[in-house]
């Protein structure tokens, strides 16, 4: 069974870094045709997605955020790592970890998602 | 980057009605797209991927067709309980793009 569970701050402050963690149990991510994107939606508004990094240690960002997006995987505790830096008040959203069905990546499944709020 | 845009941005219609939302790509995707059906306060749940290929458990009313740039998702006889939000999202570059949604209501 695969789930995914994100973890991080409810709370942070503008100018500040955002460290988010997605914990995942039923594949591995050193497997061929695994991997995890990042995926946001701000209240009310559309889903957005904003990194990816694959089985292979690829990685790829959204264009519009790449220069503040740093994605990361430790295999051996099964989890992968997004980090947002200088957070502002637009970056309030949901934010979800997924497996995303590509042609290159198996299945698609996404964790519950988990509230950020930036303060100015 | 590829654009991905939906329409309409909101429909309400009766229980039975045949339902259609309509996605369109910037550049040719071919077949790689996906559609998801989000309720309110959960995650995305995948109904359709290659554009017309129905996720297992997926009732038969959902279906979706198109290529290249045009893509069509529709619900046969709308149910109360697809009310929901519905996105489309292509997956034949990075980075990944998802259309800005459908709120699909009962009337």
């Known amino acids: 069974q695969v789930t995914l569970r994100e973890a991080g701050p409810a709370l942070v402050k503008s100018t500040q870094t955002l460290t988010l963690t997605c914990s995942f149990s039923?594949?591995?991510?050193?497997?061929?045709?695994?991997?995890v994107s990042w995926i946001r939606q701000p209240p009310g508004k559309a889903l957005e997605w904003l990194a990816r990094i694959d089985w292979d240690g690829d990685i790829y960002y959204s264009t519009s955020l790449k220069t503040r997006l740093t994605i990361s995987k430790d295999t051996s505790k099964n989890q992968v790592v997004l980090t947002m830096t200088n957070m502002d008040p637009v970056d309030t959203a949901t934010y979800f970890c997924a497996r995303i069905y590509t042609t290159s990546c198996s299945g698609d499944y996404w964790g519950q998602g988990t509230l950020v709020t930036v303060s100015s | 980057d590829i654009q991905m845009t939906q329409s309409p941005s909101s429909l309400s219609a009766s229980v039975g009605d045949r339902v259609t939302i309509t996605c369109q790509a910037s550049?040719?995707?071919?077949?790689?797209l996906n559609w998801y059906q989000q309720k309110l306060g959960k995650a995305p749940k995948l109904l359709i991927h290659?554009?017309?290929n129905l996720e297992t458990g997926v009732p038969s009313r959902f279906s979706g067709s198109g290529s290249g740039t045009d893509f069509t998702f529709t619900i046969s006889s709308l149910q109360p309980e697809d009310t929901a939000m519905y996105y489309c999202?292509?997956?034949?570059?990075?980075?990944?793009?998802f259309g800005g949604g459908t709120k699909v209501e009962i009337k």
């Open positions: 999202q292509q997956y034949e570059n990075l980075p990944l793009a």
């Open positions: 039923g594949f591995s991510l050193s497997a061929s045709g695994m991997c």
């Open positions: 550049e040719d995707i071919r077949k790689y």
């Open positions: 290659g554009a017309s």
